[in-house]
């Protein structure tokens, strides 16, 4: 089994900056991708981004691109996302993700690809 907990939401004015972090705990060798979905008040469960463990590749919602960064500390068994020139509409509950070796096969982008999901942390961007 897998843990995840994320940190580092929070307040923050438009332009502004965060850095979220997911710690990971339990049986973590057998994760080969890990990332971030957001559920925005009345929307639907979006992706946002993911890495791939062991090579560090990289994904991306176009929405975000160019703005967040996805990285990984192995020594840590930590995620993070650094998200700059934050706007209202990433205004969301941002939930930490990790698949597994049954699960690779589907795409990296998508819900089900994932088995564990952390409890999430509130991301509010005010105008």
């Known amino acids: 089994q897998v843990q995840l907990v994320e940190s580092g939401g929070g307040l923050v004015q438009a332009g502004g900056s965060l850095r979220l972090s997911c710690a990971a705990s339990?049986?973590?060798?057998?994760?080969?991708?890990m990332g971030w979905f957001r559920q925005a008040p009345g929307k639907e469960r979006e992706f946002v981004a993911a890495?791939?463990?062991?090579?560090?590749?990289?994904y991306y919602a176009g929405s975000v691109k160019g703005r967040f960064t996805i990285s990984r500390d192995n020594a840590k068994n930590t995620v993070y996302l650094q998200m700059n020139t934050l706007k209202p509409e990433d205004t969301a509950v941002y939930v930490c993700?990790?698949?597994?070796?049954?699960?690779?096969?589907?795409?990296?982008?998508?819900?089900?690809?994932?088995?564990?999901w952390g409890p999430g942390t509130q991301v509010t961007v005010s105008s």
């Open positions: 993700v990790a698949d597994s070796p049954r699960r690779t096969s589907v795409t990296i982008t998508t819900t089900r690809r994932y088995e564990y």
């Open positions: 890495i791939r463990w062991s090579s560090g590749t990289t």
């Open positions: 339990g049986r973590t060798f057998s994760s080969y991708a």
